[in-house]
Each structure stands twice: as C-alpha cells, then as structure tokens.
C-alpha cells in the first residue's frame, strides 16, 4: 500500500451544471433580436414573390453565400488540420 493512500480519497469533480442546462437561463435582449429578424426574412420573401426584385439580384445573393458557406468552411478546415 503507497503511503499517500492512507488520506481520506478526494472527492470526483461533479460540475454544478449540466451542458443542457445552460439554456435555462433568461436573456432579455434575444427575444426583441429574434423577432426582429424573422420579421425581417419575412419582409425579405414578400418583397421576392411580389416581384420587387430582379432576377440578377437574386442569383448574385445566391453566389454571394455560396463563396461566403465555402469560405467559412475551408477556414474551419485549415484550422483544425
């Protein structure tokens, strides 16, 4: 038997928290932000379907994410190889 085993064990780490729980908590500015922009997607669809927008903005929204999505993918990729 080591020495050192002759203490008291000590005691497993347990975190106060659980990850789930972390959302239990109350933020009061998303709500506003979160109705604001659905809103905003909202306004956004309409003005499409109604025809307030040209075709060539579309395809360059279109293009536009696709180069951002890939950006953001191939950045995250050199970041952890």
């Given at each position: 038997?080591?020495?050192?085993?002759?203490?008291?064990?000590?005691?497993?780490?347990?975190?106060?928290r659980k990850k789930f729980?972390?959302?239990?908590?109350?933020?009061?500015?998303?709500?506003?932000?979160v109705i604001f922009f659905?809103?905003?997607?909202?306004?956004?669809?309409?003005?499409?379907?109604?025809?307030?927008?040209?075709?060539?903005?579309?395809?360059?929204?279109?293009?536009?994410?696709?180069?951002?999505?890939?950006?953001?993918?191939?950045?995250?990729?050199?970041?952890?190889?």
């Amino acid at each position: 038997m080591k020495p050192d085993q002759d203490s008291e064990p000590e005691e497993q780490h347990t975190p106060s928290r659980k990850k789930f729980e972390i959302f239990d908590t109350f933020n009061p500015y998303l709500g506003p932000t979160v109705i604001f922009f659905h809103l905003l997607a909202v306004y956004g669809c309409l003005i499409v379907l109604l025809g307030y927008v040209s075709w060539k903005i579309i395809v360059y929204q279109f293009v536009v994410s696709f180069f951002s999505g890939f950006g953001i993918v191939a950045g995250a990729h050199r970041l952890w190889a």
